[in-house]
């Protein structure tokens, strides 16, 4: 039996980053981060074993004043820093890169056509509601940009008036482009001359994932995806690889390896040279799928 870790698995670069910001923070005293600074209950247990405090909305309002306080790569609203501001607290910004440069897309194009009083415009993102990331973008247009998840939803949009469309970082490339043809198909029907603004800001490091992911789970004959329970990258990067491979198997810790013992040895009676492979989200820690190695090794 041998047993493979997906190279190409693991934190993205904007997490990566936002981890070695708490560790070398930590270094200098106490340190609270505002939500989880990573979908991964066991990485974040891990950081707050070295002293980082997870706090919400409402602990930042009552923090002591100087409390040092770290945003991570989801990125936040205005109102975030204008709270921060206020209770005059020390920011240490570990929004990625490329979720800053979309929210000053947003931003820019929200600023520019805000009063366009004859024709209101409609800022729409591609994205998950409520998901840390697309709270940041929404707040870039004063809560007034609508979230689309899906094409069941385009009925929120008024095909007479302009429309800008930007995408949540994460989203999948197949299901932005979809929704644009669904977007120009709406405004032909209706007879609009309105012609959608599109922004593709899809960050291709994530979105090139699933044809990796998919590549691995072909070429092993059971997968553990390690992901964690609040991630909905590692939901959908679950089900890319169960496409695949319905011998894909979700676990969020390798205690969770021993359920799944039976499965094994039915499939090593069949397969004395049974592959086995072990890939993960972006919220995923390297650590976390050694340690299901480590597990499955043992048997």
Same mark, same amino acid.
């Given at each position: ?9 693991g934190f993205c670069f ?73 209770r005059n607290l020390d ?70 008036? =302009?429309?800008?469309? %930007?995408s949540q970082t994460t989203?999948? +490339? $197949?299901?932005?482009? @979809? ?5 120009? *198909? ?59 491979? =319905?011998?894909?198997? %979700? ?5 969770? +390896? $021993?359920?799944?013992? @039976? ?5 090593? *009676? ?30």
């Open positions: 039996m041998s047993i493979a870790i997906d190279n190409n698995s904007g997490v990566t980053r936002a981890i070695k910001a708490a560790e070398s923070e930590l270094a200098n005293g106490p340190l609270c981060c505002l939500g989880d600074i990573v979908h991964n209950g066991q990485e974040v247990e891990r950081l707050e074993k070295l002293g980082l405090q997870t706090i919400d909305y409402d602990d930042l309002r009552t923090l002591p004043s100087h409390s040092r306080v770290l945003l991570r790569a989801h990125g936040e609203p205005p109102s975030t820093y204008w709270i921060a501001q206020q920011i240490i910004d570990a929004t990625c890169p490329v979720v800053r440069k979309l929210q000053e897309r947003i931003r820019a194009c929200y600023e520019q056509h805000k009063n366009d009083e004859a024709m209101p415009p409609q800022i729409v993102i591609y994205g998950k509601p409520g998901h840390a990331e697309v709270i940041g973008l929404q707040g870039q247009t004063n809560n007034t940009a609508i979230v689309i998840e899906s094409i069941d939803q385009l009925d929120r949009l008024d095909f007479t008036r =302009p429309i800008y469309l %930007f989203k999948s +490339v $197949e299901g932005f482009h @979809s929704l644009v043809e669904a977007i120009q *198909s709406k405004i032909k029907n209706q007879k609009s001359e309105i012609i959608p603004e599109v922004h593709d800001t899809i960050c291709r490091s994530v979105a090139n994932r699933v044809k990796e992911l998919q590549d691995f789970a072909r070429a092993n004959d059971i997968v553990f995806f390690v992901g964690g329970t609040k991630s909905s990258n590692a939901r959908v990067l679950y089900k890319n690889c169960v496409e695949v491979n =319905p011998n894909t198997i %979700f676990i969020s810790s390798p205690d969770e +390896v $021993e359920n799944h013992k @039976s499965k094994i040895i039915n499939h090593k *009676s069949t397969n004395p040279d049974l592959k086995i492979g072990i890939c993960g989200a972006t919220s995923t820690p390297l650590w976390l799928m050694e340690a299901v190695s480590e597990r499955l090794s043992a048997f």
